[in-house]
């Protein structure tokens, strides 16, 4: 259950998975709100951030770097650790969000979630979307956090899974794997960025791009719409699983499962850059 807030804002489900950038521009600066920078890659050096936001570095402290898989889950303590360097405490009210749009935010929002926090929702259409409604921005990278925060991981089973997990998935009749990757990634038709790795699909798997569930500023699709497209590409199935490249926007396509009403979901963390690796996990390619 979320823990309320000692500070009058709004918590877990009434707060929303989405906030607006209007909605959150005057409660900038209020105790107990923290915002977080999840941008990734090229996007980490925007050059500028949302007035008084941290650093959620998920090309760094936030990922588990003791294996050869890019973007993985790190442990509980890691994950406690890193969490209240950056001022979160239990009570807090997180809004995460990235340069991209809705990239990498999402995988910040569902680390959360998987380590037992609700009060987190996503920046809708990101630093793009704050900036087109007019509100202000600092120069240079995201910031320190004032404090260490008093926050501790208390990780739910289920929400992260592995390879064994989604190759029983994808033999069972109720359950859908739905691939957040281009769809010439799906095909084999593309080459993979990662090097080393196979081309195409897991056999059973379902192809849906998480660029095709926003609009063309970034922000995510309203649900009746989200629903159908999920609908489109699972079928009946309500018991959904996520793979991408390296377990980050696989986070997009369950961030929108979430907003169309689905609630049994996972995201596969090693995601394509573990299954298309070199070995037995069967691989096809195709639509």
């Known amino acids: 259950m979320p823990m309320p807030s000692p500070y009058g804002l709004p918590t877990g489900p009434a707060f929303g998975t989405l906030i607006d950038p209007r909605r959150l521009g005057p409660r900038i600066g209020r105790p107990g709100l923290v915002v977080l920078d999840a941008s990734v890659g090229a996007h980490r050096d925007a050059g500028r951030h ?15 770097h003791t294996g050869p898989l890019p973007h993985t889950m790190p442990g509980a303590e890691a994950f ?3 969490v209240r360097a950056l001022g979160v405490d239990d009570h807090s009210t997180v809004v995460v969000y990235d340069a991209a749009g809705i990239y990498s935010s999402a995988r910040a929002r569902w680390m959360f979630k998987a380590m037992g926090f609700d009060n987190v929702a996503v920046l809708d259409g990101g630093l793009p979307a704050w900036e087109a ?7 240079g990278p995201p910031g320190p956090a004032p404090r260490r925060g008093g926050f501790t991981a208390r990780p739910r089973p289920g929400l992260l899974v592995g390879a064994a997990e989604v190759a029983a998935a994808l033999a069972e009749p109720g359950a859908a794997v739905l691939d957040a990757r281009t769809r010439g990634r799906f095909a084999g038709t593309e080459p993979e960025p ?4 196979r081309a195409g699909h897991m056999p059973g798997a379902r192809s849906l ?3 095709e569930l926003q609009d063309p500023d970034g922000r995510m699709l309203p649900a009746p719409r989200l629903r159908e497209a999920i609908e489109a590409a699972a079928g ?3 018991r959904l699983y996520f793979s991408c490249g390296s377990g980050v926007t696989a986070c997009v396509l369950a961030l929108a499962a979430e907003l169309a009403g689905y609630d049994d979901l996972s995201v596969y963390d090693g995601s394509w850059g573990e299954w298309g690796l070199p070995g037995p996990l069967p691989v096809v390619e195709g639509p």
């Open 209 to 211: 791009p998480f660029g």
């Open 80 to 82: 406690t650790e890193a």
């Open 236 to 238: 009946p199935s309500e």
């Open 194 to 197: 990662r090097p080393g790795l």
């Open 50 to 64: 949302i007035p008084g936001a941290r650093p959620f570095d998920i090309d760094g402290a936030l990922s588990d």
């Open 133 to 139: 409604a007019g509100l202000p921005v600092e120069p």
